[in-house]
T-cell receptor
Framework: QKEVEQDPGPLSVPEGAIVSLNCTYS??????FMWYRQYSRKGPELLMY????GNKEDGRFTAQVDKSSKYISLFIRDSQPSDSATYLC???????????FGTGTQLKVEL | GAVVSQHPSWVICKSGTSVKIECRSL??????MFWYRQFPKQSLMLMAT?????????EQGVEKDKFLINHASLTLSTLTVTSAHPEDSSFYIC???????????FGPGTRLTVL
């Protein structure tokens, strides 16, 4: 079993839809959780960074962490074609340790 | 802020030659940098952890004599692919951890093609 599981998709939604991206993790030592967006042939871009259970909002993006069920989510409101990318969840135990990535979910927002 | 650059962005080389890739944190210091490789439509695969002033820590299955890593300063790490072969062709990405935090920022990647 991978430490971070993520549905690879692809996920296709119409413009304006609410997108829900999800990951589960198994390592109880994970303390920090991130979501990265990666466009084709580019490096990952940090979208959200959270360290406690609950919601964190930034513009159209909301990151949600439920440590009791080891579940992390990213919600995208009013999705745009420019949101089409691969979204990677990642977790880390802390102290500058290496990230553990999910496999990434490929999202396509269609006009 | 928090910009990481990589140079070159792409490189084509002949089999048997060595290629050096630079990773720089432009506006912050990073004691720890990571090197990844990524194959098409796959997630990032961690190759090694680079700590400033010490030897890199390689992941299992990664040849340290083939992928030489040097982290000479708080803003620069280099990855040298020695005696490159076509199977080394990949997208190499570095990341840097902001000093005293756990936030990691990624470079734009370097596409290596070995002929």
């Amino acid at each position: 079993q991978k430490e971070v599981e993520q549905d690879p998709g692809p996920l296709s939604v119409p413009e304006g839809a609410i997108v829900s991206l999800n990951c589960t993790y198994s390592n109880s030592a994970f303390q920090y959780f991130m979501w990265y967006r990666q466009y084709s042939r580019k490096g990952p871009e940090l979208l959200m960074y959270t360290y406690s259970s609950g919601n964190k909002e930034d513009g159209r993006f909301t990151a949600q962490v439920d440590k009791s069920s080891k579940y992390i989510s990213l919600f995208i409101r009013d999705s745009q074609p420019s949101d089409s990318a691969t979204y990677l969840c990642a977790s880390v135990t802390g102290g500058g340790n290496k990230l553990t990535f999910g496999t990434g979910t490929q999202l396509k927002v269609e006009l | 802020g928090a910009v990481v650059s990589q140079h070159p962005s792409w490189v084509i080389c002949k089999s048997g030659t060595s290629v050096k890739i630079e990773c720089r944190s432009l506006d912050f210091q990073a004691t720890t940098m990571f090197w990844y490789r990524q194959f098409p439509k796959q997630s990032l695969m961690l190759m090694a952890t680079s700590n400033e002033g010490s030897k890199a820590t390689y992941e299992q299955g990664v040849e340290k004599d083939k992928f030489l890593i040097n982290h000479a300063s708080l803003t620069l790490s280099t990855l040298t692919v020695t005696s490159a072969h076509p199977e080394d062709s990949s997208f190499y990405i570095c990341s840097a951890v902001v000093l005293d935090t756990d936030t990691q920022y990624f470079g734009p990647g370097t596409r290596l093609t070995v002929l």
